[in-house]
């Protein structure tokens, strides 16, 4: 009979011996268990979000989850900060809603994409979307970083920040637009991460298909190179699809549509001012984008979901 442990019982750790009562018949006794009730130490348990006696744990998929996270399953890997305001969050559902996460309804390559990333078909992708102070002029930014929180298996995270300033006069539009691009960077940098590191589970023809990544002989183009590489690649192969899908977002908000028949091609270019397509871009392209970002006088649609009053 194996021998049977109770919680009342002490055991001793640090004198190289088999803990008392840990020999015998080898069954399987609790023994982890047992020495964390130890009396003679005062012991407790910390999650993996740092908190004592948290509930948090940790998911193969999706890291460290439950408790105090703010992260209840990892059925999505794209997060949201818990601080992050409600304008955000609804975008994001709404966005999904149109194709962004239902795979059924992936009609488009920039469905595509961003089903790519909600349905993590990327190995291991994580990303988070916040909020914060950022470089002035950027609406939002999209880093590749290392995980501060322990947050994933692998250690790294696409973090998507939209700059304050910007979400307190950008219309929902814009954001949307913003949220949409900023997937791709998101979307781009995991699988260049992925590949440049020798690990499989980047995305099927990928490098076919996003050759401007990529030099003459298939290498990743160093990170310098990084963000106009992905801007060429973001004009010449999204712009139309974006608009495609911002139209259908804003026919799904009841937002009055602008008379301006080019109006979401122009939303589109968004970010896109430096590269070498920009010449094709609607005239006019640049005066929808301040307007709408709240650069301009006023804006085009109206719709300011993200302002906080
Ligand atoms: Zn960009």
Known sequence: MSPRFFGSETYCFGDGGPAQGSTGSGGNHPIDEEQADSGDYITYYIDCNGDIDGSAVIDYNCGCILGNKGIQSCAQKVYLDTNTRQCLKDIKTK???????????????????????????????????????????????????????????????????????????????????????????????????????????????????????????????????????????????????????????????????????????????????GTSLYKFAPNGTEYTLAAESGNGSATITQILNCKKL
């Open 95 to 273: 966005l999904e809603m149109l194709g962004m996460k239902n795979s059924s309804m992936s009609t488009g390559l920039i469905s595509k994409v961003l089903n790519s990333l909600n349905l993590s078909t990327g190995r291991n992708f994580n990303a988070i979307i916040t909020e914060g102070l950022i470089m002035s002029g950027a609406i939002a930014e999209t880093t590749f970083t290392n995980n501060l929180n322990s947050w994933g298996p692998s250690g790294y995270v696409s973090q998507i920040k939209f700059n304050e300033t910007y979400l307190n006069k950008s219309t929902d539009l814009k954001i949307a637009a913003t949220m949409m691009h900023e997937y791709i960077h998101a979307y781009f940098d995991w699988n260049i991460y992925l590949i440049r590191s020798g690990q499989v589970g980047s995305d099927e023809n990928f490098e076919k298909n996003y050759v401007l990544l990529f030099d003459k002989s298939g290498t990743p183009l160093p990170d310098s190179y990084g963000n106009a590489a992905q801007h060429e690649q973001i004009a010449t192969s999204f712009v139309s699809e974006m608009a495609t899908m911002l139209r259908n977002y804003a026919v799904s908000q009841n937002i009055a549509l602008p008379v301006d028949t080019e109006f979401f091609k122009k939303m589109a270019w968004g970010g896109l001012k």
